[in-house]
């Protein structure tokens, strides 16, 4: 190609190429137009927008406002202009917002944090000026590259909510304390836990800041401190030992009224001026002391002004007080009128239905200790006539006392004219004494008791001064208060029950009554035993008379039988028999040869050995004593005793030739015993022998002549000198 050619190709190329570029011209002349119309379209719709915003940022009633960095407001709406009592925005914008409103000191808190803060916070205040409560709303404004710019805060008016809440907290706590009270009422019967649980409800129910209760005394007709929340503890003393009485005129009132009284007792210092000015002729000056109405009521309280009186009444009488005490004085609404009459309602019933309950339980132990005295009583008459011992009788009455009177001590002292003094015999509590003891009618004021004939009653012995020895070391061992009550036989004191106790005024009439009782019954009982004592000291006297009898018919026989008697019981002791088969054995051993008293004395003083036939006269002794005491029904158990005791274990003795387990324990015992002495004391044809041989002669024949049992006994229990050879 040519260069003409060239340049017509390069000249269509420009050509064309200057048409694209007007073609590309027109077009974005076109798309400019169309910017523009947009743009002006967008200022349009902006400008509407920002009004719109702007009158919605104003419509809402919520305090709104914008501040920046520094705190400076930005924007507000037209309820914070009005909230901060400016008239212009103008006059608003570009200072702290909380030099505007709220007038604070510094920012909220979350202001000083914002640039950490990601989302919405919330925080409240109280404003003081209006009495109103807000929930401040924040919310941090950001941009793009998250750095902070503004704060929008919306202030809502929680005032009204707040206090809904409040009411609705309030209801709820008085009702749940009411309920409280309620289940207290009905499942409470100890009266002191039923009004610490409604003293405690009180003071939540009431708002007071100390409850107070008392309990009607009907004997004394005096309301007597109970319970108390909200006192110091140093003023409880103070509250125990201050009672309210029926005549004080607000106490009255709300008794007669039946229903919640609101007592006004003094004005703070702090009220006067505003209310309760009445009271006062005049306002105290500086240096004046603050008078004070009805200054001796409750004057123990401090800065207490008012009180609420609620009264608590039973069907028949009064039951008690409850007493709301507040420092300031307080305006009380019917609402607040009718709670306290119904507590004084639910509480009066429980009250009631407590002391009943009480007063049920109370006869129960009432009616259960006289059951158990009555049983008590009985086992004590029982024990004293199942015994004819006088010791036994006393030791059994001084210990079963304490099951029907609550004491520390009782003993019985008996009266011994002779020595002008007491002996004591039987008792508990006390180690001054010992038993059998001696003890002058100098050393104690008991012996009165022994002149008068009447009981003596000392219900503190420290004021009985001054103290005769006995007295004095009772007091030093603790003992405040006594009773002594004669026991008397045939109308003469013949002892003294004596019971005491380590508290002062111990005993009751009641007690007494008892003791007295106690007394008479023993009285009769020592009066039983003594004649009983001295009929066995008689038989046993005519017994051992008769045995005396017997062992003199010859003078190598006498003191046999207390000799063999000694020497039994010494066996049955080692054997461990009874006091009543230790008295059976005594008697038997005193009588086992009652049989000869009608053998003749030439038999026993025969110095050579006897005839077979003068032998059948001996051997047939026991056969006579047991037909000699047959007649006599009270030696019934011993006769067996004595008509065998010539028996041998294994059947070769007589007079029936019985053997082994057979043969009466006694026999077998005054068997033994009877060798024993006849081996050692000296006979017409011997002499006695040495205990070596005596002993010698039981082991051989033990098994054979002799219960092995008995010999082991006798062999445990010798001892040399308690061998006698008899040499008359």
Not at 151 to 173: F, N
Not at 543 to 570: C, F, M, P
Not at 625 to 652: R, W
Not at 658 to 678: C, M, Q, W
């Amino acid at each position: 190609m040519d260069d003409k050619d060239k340049i017509i190709e390069e000249l269509k190329a420009g050509l064309a190429k200057a048409r694209e570029m007007e073609r590309n011209a027109e077009e974005s002349g076109r798309s400019m137009l169309f910017m523009l119309e947009d743009l002006n379209e967008a200022v349009s719709r902006i400008k509407t927008a920002k009004k719109e915003w702007e009158a919605t940022f104003d419509s809402i009633s919520d305090p709104l406002f914008i501040h920046d960095r520094e705190m400076m407001l930005v924007r507000v709406n037209r309820a914070y202009l009005t909230a901060s009592g400016e008239a212009e925005f103008k006059d608003v914008i570009g200072r702290p917002y909380y030099e505007v409103f709220p007038k604070m000191e510094g920012p909220f808190k979350m202001c000083l944090k914002a640039e950490e803060l990601q989302g919405e916070e919330e925080e409240e205040f109280s404003y003081p000026l209006t009495n109103r409560v807000f929930k401040v709303r924040f919310y941090p404004i950001k941009d793009v590259s998250g750095g902070y710019l503004y704060s929008i805060h919306i202030l809502e008016d929680i005032t009204e909510a707040k206090r809904a809440a409040e009411r609705l907290k309030e209801e709820v706590d008085v009702t749940t304390h009411l309920l409280m009270i309620s289940e207290a009422t009905a499942h409470t019967t100890d009266i002191d836990r039923l009004m610490q649980q409604v003293v405690h409800c009180g003071h939540e129910i009431m708002r007071c800041d100390i409850c107070l209760s008392y309990l009607y005394d009907v004997d004394l007709r005096v309301f007597q401190p109970c319970e108390t929340f909200g006192l110091s503890n140093d003023l409880i003393p103070v509250f125990r030992t201050e009672p309210l009485y029926e005549k004080m005129e607000f106490v009255r009132k709300a008794m007669e009224g039946k229903e919640p009284v609101i007592k006004q007792l003094r004005v703070i210092s702090s009220e006067l001026g505003v209310k309760d000015k009445s009271s006062y002729s005049q306002l105290p000056t500086p240096n004046s002391q603050l008078p004070t109405p009805n200054s001796k009521l409750f004057s123990w309280l401090p800065d207490i002004s008012t009180l609420a009186v609620i009264p608590l009444i039973g069907k028949t009488d009064y039951l008690g007080l409850i007493i709301g005490a507040y420092k300031k004085s307080n305006e009380f609404t019917d609402r607040d009128k009718k709670i306290m009459l119904g507590i004084s309602h639910q509480v009066s019933t429980a009250l009631e239905q407590a002391r009943l309950y009480t007063e049920s339980v109370d006869r129960t132990l009432e009616l259960s200790r006289k059951i158990e005295t009555i049983k008590v009583m009985h086992e004590i008459d029982r024990s004293i006539l199942s015994t004819l011992k006088a010791d036994e009788i006393l030791e059994t009455v001084t210990r079963l006392i304490s099951k029907v009177i609550a004491c520390d001590l009782a003993t019985v002292l008996l009266v011994d004219m002779e020595r002008h003094g007491f002996i004591y015999k039987a008792g508990f509590g006390t180690a001054l004494v010992q038993k059998d003891a001696f003890i002058p009618f100098a050393d104690t004021s008991a012996r009165i008791v022994v002149e008068t004939g009447r009981t003596k009653y000392i219900n503190s012995l420290p004021e009985m001064m001054p103290l005769l020895p006995l007295e004095k070391r009772f007091l030093d061992e603790g003992f405040l208060s006594h009773i002594r009550v004669p026991i008397t036989i045939k109308g003469d004191v013949a002892g003294i029950l004596a019971v005491g106790a380590k508290r002062v005024a111990a005993f009751t009439k009641e007690n007494l009554s008892t003791l007295e009782y106690l007394c008479s019954q023993i009285g009769v009982a020592l009066s039983n035993a003594s004649l009983i004592s001295n009929l066995e000291e008689l038989f046993i006297g005519v017994v051992i008379s008769l045995s005396s009898a017997i062992d003199a018919k010859s003078r190598w026989t006498a003191g046999h039988s207390e000799r063999v008697t000694k020497y039994a019981l010494d066996i049955a002791k080692e054997m461990g028999l009874s006091e009543k088969e230790l008295k059976e054995l005594e008697l038997a051993g005193i009588l086992h040869d009652v049989g000869k008293i009608g053998t003749y004395e030439s038999i026993l003083d025969k110095p050579g050995r006897l005839t077979e036939e003068e032998l059948n006269v001996i051997k047939n002794h026991p056969v006579k004593g047991a037909e000699i005491l047959g007649h006599i029904k009270q030696l019934k158990n011993v006769i067996p005793s004595i008509k065998c005791h010539h028996e041998f274990y294994d059947g070769t003795g007589y007079p029936e030739g019985i053997k082994g387990e057979a043969i009466p324990l006694f026999a077998r015992i005054i068997g033994v015993a009877d060798t024993v002495d006849a081996m050692g004391a000296d006979r017409p044809y011997r002499k006695g022998r040495d205990m070596d041989v005596i002993i010698s002669e039981l082991k051989r024949c033990s098994g054979t002549q002799f219960d092995p049992k008995v010999v082991e006994a006798f062999l445990r229990n010798m001892k040399p000198k308690s061998f006698n050879r008899s040499k008359e």
